[in-house]
């Protein structure tokens, strides 16, 4: 008589985003395909480049963008903190999605930011009210939270995004383009591994290309 197979055990993941950042539209895409391959849930949280770089000497190019990139974490914030969390957790990715496919597969990027954050409320049905939070503190306590949460996880010597998996954290991975199918699987399987070794911290190289949406 041969046993039974052991069945198959869900991992958790959750994956800290600033919707702005090209190089975590990238690693959103790759954990999205990595659990099409694997057995996978994700949660998908925010965490913000504005925050992290919050009172920091930048050049004013950089401190321009910043100040576009509060706009669409502010409103994902607004939108979902009052809800249960499984129906939070589905909007946030809705509205990551439209937002990016904007930022970043459209180009547009965040120069018409406010026409961006306008263009998506519309299309996932919100109230139009949201659009006004962009420029408003008024739920900057709770993207902070939310921004913090990460940071505890993998300290503020990084950025965006941080993946979190059942008590093992890190930062990116940085990745160009996002792999599909067996080979976004294998490099979870490879991120989990690193990660979980007591005393890694750091696997590095040159980046030498831009990110590629393809």
């Known amino acids: 008589m041969t046993s039974a197979p052991a069945p198959i055990r869900t991992t958790r993941a959750e994956m800290f985003f600033d919707p702005t950042c090209p190089w975590a539209w990238m690693t959103s895409r790759w954990l999205m395909e990595a659990a099409q391959v694997r057995d996978l849930d994700v949660t998908w949280s925010v965490m913000s480049l504005a925050v ?44 990551y999605d439209a937002l990016g496919q904007r930022i970043h597969l459209d180009g547009r990027g965040t120069d018409d930011i406010d026409a961006v954050i306008a263009e998506v409320v519309e299309e996932l049905g919100l109230d ?29 010597d990084v950025g965006t995004p941080v993946v979190s998996v059942e008590g093992t954290a890190f930062f990116g991975p940085v990745v160009t383009p996002a792999p599909k199918g067996e080979a976004a699987g294998r ?27 393809s």
């Open 52 to 95: 992290l770089n919050d009172g920091r000497d930048l050049d004013e190019g950089y401190r321009s963008f910043l100040t576009k990139a509060w706009g669409p974490v502010r409103v994902i914030v607004a939108a979902t903190k009052d809800l249960p969390a499984d129906d939070a957790n589905t909007l946030r990715k809705k509205m």
């Open 128 to 156: 139009a009210a949201l659009t006004d939070v962009a420029g408003s503190d008024v739920v900057d306590d709770e993207l902070r939270a939310s921004h913090l949460r990460a940071i505890d996880l993998v300290g503020d």
């Open 187 to 213: 490099l979870w399987d490879g991120c989990l591994l690193v990660a979980a070794t007591p005393g890694f911290y750091e696997i590095k190289r040159s980046r030498q290309v831009g990110p590629d949406f």
